[in-house]
């Protein structure tokens, strides 16, 4: 890999020196007597009256702790070069997959240190120009806009607004040809696409919540709905809803010919049931079910015909399958398998192009292609760049071609266009950025504490010498079968130009090796999870790469957690710790916005005496101890999260400053107006980027960079 600016010679490390040998002198916390009963057991919570962050004594607590952490952080003097050289990285165009609406394609461009990307049209032989720019929603780059799909008469595009961070959406209709917008909005959506039969389209919502709860009220009586064009939003047909079982997720899907309308229900993030009817009758109550109950996931690709439906799925097979559903009788299909499960592969999407499928495989957590006919075979393989992440999507209506994204360690985003029956790229964009410094990618396995063998990617410079002391930033996230693949950061390339190191390790809970992966890092089954991240610590030690004393630990959400339990498992091991946006209340989550629906992942203390005690045992906030020596550790969160709301990090960052008894700093960094992630203002990003890395190395003992 080459790097078209400075080698930065190294870093001067003085490991004793740094801190004070005092305990800190935190902003003052107050402690409240509110406590909890859980199967006769009492639980105090101090801290309970943080969880509401609209509170005035609430604000007022962020803004001393937002102070404190600034005072703290305006000491390193080599915090703004950090920032200044984060930007620098950025000084090229990163494009969007294009989506193909008749004449025009339509994608999304940002450029250097703008905020949020804009989107383009472009006909055929035509010159790119603006069709949205998220100026129109805010100055400050605080609208985050998604286009979520087109009409069959490629005459309309329904895209989604969400502002400072939150998961709430406001729907809009722009007419492509006057890229002016319809008076079509419909407001209070969430996890929801837009799919079209005929002259509108179907949609997930909720009713309004009470003023005040918008941000932290438990968001319950998911709506599917459909919104025809021209009519007010309170005119939308109720397609589905059930009032008996308020805590459901629902999600709609229409098939390629519009014939069918297939509907999935679920209990939360994991495992769902299946059902359909014909899109004729979607507004007579008429869903059949494909599957019923929700152990399982069973995903729809498309119908054949009148003849059954082709489905990806993981019954009986954790690696997954793609089989077709044949009616046996009204109530229930047979089950024809056209790919089999591969033992050491995870067939992790499917794309129906015409009249084969193009099948993506996850192997040793990086991307192969596959593509095969409607029956499964004349399989053949599909090239890609390199080793790396990619995804597929569809192009042209009439199937002729079919667009690959792809991504790896070192390359930005790149989209290739190829011809389906030659399997030839006729287009590719690859982001102009440069190198010219050499970065080594490897992927190592290790034994976690029960033998498991786990796997881990480590990037850094070509020719690193295993010293010791490399400052190494080890990134996690276990959970929700959501696979950590090679893909591009800017922000880790100041660290590996630093001379350090980024891992990256795949566990268990994760869903890069299948299903049975992901169970094994559920429920009951949790430690596991942290058990990988500590022998992943471990390994790197072991090896030489670094030490303790150069050993940070980050990760954001259920990532969050995992830092969070293992900085209270094992204090001993890392240096500095960075719990991002973090379920950190492991009783109480579930009472909060979306948090009910990740109770099929991690279990509720409300469930069972033994789950309350297995919960307890490795919950954050309760596995803090007094007088304990903590890592250096800066809590992220932000004021509008309403996915992971603030209050987990608010009562955590307090807990873990009243506990800790060494001289290394505990601070919490809470953005304003930004939320869990998604959609943060780039500006917003280099900050929080710029402090994290100012944060690690000056509690390593790293006083210059040079």
Known sequence: MKVAFLIIAGLIS???????????????????????????????????????????KTEDWVKR???????????????NQIREKLESYLQFERKSAEMWVGKYRIFSIQKGNENQPTYFIQSEGGEPTVFLHPKEFSEEGLASISILSHDPSNQYIVYSVAMAGSDWQTIKIREIQSKR?????????????????????????????????????????????????????????????????????????????????????????????????????????????????????????????????????????????????????????????IVPELKNALLDQVLRVKDEFILTYLENAQTKIRICDLSGQNMRDLELPGIGTAS??????????????????????????????????????????????????????YP????????MFLIHKKGLKKTGNNPTFLYGYGGFNISLTPSFSTNYLWLIEQGGIVAIANLRGGGEYGENWHQAGMKMKKQNVFNDFIAAAEYLISEKYTSKDFLAIAGGSNGGLLVGACLTQRPDLFKVAFPAVGVLDMLR??????????????????????????????????????????????????????????????????????????????????????????????????????????????????????
């Open 589 to 706: 989550y579930q009472k909060f916005t979306v948090g009910w629906g990740w109770v099929p992942e991690y279990g509720s203390s409300e469930e069972s005496k033994e789950m309350f005690e297995y919960l307890v045992r490795y919950s954050p906030l309760h596995a803090l101890k007094p007088k304990t020596n903590y890592p250096a550790t800066m809590v992220t969160t932000g004021d509008h999260d309403d996915r992971v709301v603030p209050a987990h990090s608010f009562k955590f960052a307090a807990r873990l400053q009243e506990c800790q008894a060494g001289a290394s700093p505990v601070l919490i960094r809470i953005d304003v107006n930004a939320g869990h992630g998604a959609g943060k203002p780039l500006a917003k990003v280099l900050d929080e980027n710029a402090d994290k890395w100012a944060f690690m190395l000056w509690n390593m003992g790293i006083k210059t960079i040079k």
């Open 448 to 455: 976690s504490k029960d033998g498991t063998k786990v796997s």
């Open 392 to 445: 597929v999507s569809k192009a042209d209506e009439n199937g002729e071609y079919f667009q690959v994204s792809f991504t790896s360690f070192t390359q930005p985003t790149a989209h290739l266009l190829y011809n389906r029956k030659k399997l030839g790229i006729t287009e590719e964009y690859y982001p102009a950025f440069n190198f010219s410094t050499e970065v080594d990618v490897q992927q190592v396995w």
């Open 181 to 337: 917008d319809l008076q079509d909005e419909i407001k209070w959506v969430k996890f929801s696409g837009a799919e079209w039969l005929e002259t509108g389209f179907f949609y997930n919502g909720y009713d309004e919540p009470q003023k005040g709860d918008e941000l932290k009220g438990k968001n319950t009586g998911m709506k599917v709905k459909f919104h025809k064009i021209g009519y007010r939003p309170e005119q939308d047909v109720l397609v589905y809803q059930d009032s008996l079982n308020p805590l459901r997720y629902y999600g709609i899907q229409v098939s390629q010919d519009k014939k069918y309308v297939f509907l999935t229900k679920s209990t939360g993030t994991d495992g769902f049931e299946t059902w359909f009817c014909k899109s004729s009758e979607f507004n007579r109550n008429a869903f059949q079910p494909i599957t019923k109950g929700f152990s399982s996931k069973l995903s729809i690709i498309d119908n054949d015909g009148d003849n059954g439906f082709f489905a990806l799925s993981d019954v009986g097979t954790p690696n997954y399958q793609l089989v077709k559903l044949i009616p046996a009788d009204r109530d229930s299909f047979q089950s024809k398998v």
């Open 65 to 79: 702790q937002n102070t404190f952490t600034q005072s703290f952080l305006n000491q390193i003097p080599y915090r």
């Open 14 to 56: 003085v490991p004793a020196l740094a801190q004070k040998k005092s305990k800190m002198d935190y902003p003052k916390t107050e402690k409240g007597s509110v406590v909890h009963d859980y199967f006769g057991t009492k639980i105090e919570d101090p801290y309970h009256w943080l969880e509401d962050d609209r509170a005035p």
